[in-house]
């Protein structure tokens, strides 16, 4: 089975850096992904880790240390539209199939 | 605008009704999903189709059926629901399973 544990909710003001973290037990592991979701909107992707280390993507990155089951998604110059849920998503060995963790609120206030 | 498109946005239908949600993709992948989201929750898997042949049936109720009829469509058929299947249907699909899984806007369910 899978654990995935992030914060509920977290604040922010706009400009500055928020670190989401995400940590995780699993029985088989594949890779992680960051989603972000806006209220009433479908999941958007927004990085995959499957080793360890930092990947960067524009304002975003996102690092993994499969040894200690831990991710983060850094968001940098925080906007008013990166107010959304961010989901922590591993995927499974075998087949394949992701699950999501509770995902973590952020609000970005000016 | 996502590039995985579900029909219709709303739907209210009452507990003795059938009715169907669809999928489509045009982006040439093989492995498409269901997943039910309830509010401030994260999705759920329901279904996953591989090459069009459902490979995943997370222990879903029978009054929820998938059909797969090709390679870009997945629906969902919907009959005699309860007000508890209220929620948000989400379509995604990836090229193969490790891939990033692309989601549709969502069908929001109401059932009365």
């Known amino acids: 089975g899978q654990n995935i544990d992030q914060p509920t909710e977290m604040t922010a003001t706009e400009g500055a850096i928020v670190q989401i973290n995400c940590t995780y037990q699993?029985?088989?592991?594949?890779?992680l992904f960051w989603y972000q979701q806006h209220a009433g909107e479908a999941p958007t992707f927004l990085s995959y880790?499957?080793?360890?280390g930092l990947e960067e993507k524009g304002r975003f990155s996102s690092f993994l240390s499969r040894s200690k089951g831990y991710s983060y998604l850094l968001l940098k110059e925080l906007q008013m539209k990166d107010s959304a849920s961010y989901l922590c998503?591993?995927?499974?060995?075998?087949?394949?199939?992701?699950?999501f963790g509770k995902g973590t609120m952020l609000l970005v206030s000016p | 605008d996502t590039e995985v498109t579900q029909t219709p946005k709303h739907l209210v239908m009452g507990m003795t009704n059938k009715k169907s949600l669809k999928c489509e993709q045009h982006m040439g992948h093989r492995a498409m999903y269901w997943y039910k989201q309830k509010a401030k929750k994260p999705p759920e898997l329901m279904f996953v189709?591989?090459?069009?042949?459902?490979?995943i049936n997370e222990s879903v109720p029978s009054r929820f059926s998938p059909e797969c009829p090709n390679s870009s469509l997945l629906n969902l058929h919907l009959h005699a629901l309860q007000p508890e299947d209220s929620a948000l249907y989400l379509c995604?699909?990836?090229?193969?399973?490790?891939?990033?899984?692309?989601f549709g806007d969502g069908t929001r369910l109401s059932i009365l």
């Open positions: 189709y591989s090459y069009e042949k459902l490979s």
């Open positions: 699993t029985s088989g592991f594949n890779g």
């Open positions: 995604a699909s990836s090229q193969r399973g490790a891939e990033p899984q692309h």
């Open positions: 880790n499957v080793l360890d």
């Open positions: 998503a591993v995927l499974n060995s075998g087949y394949s199939t992701l699950t």
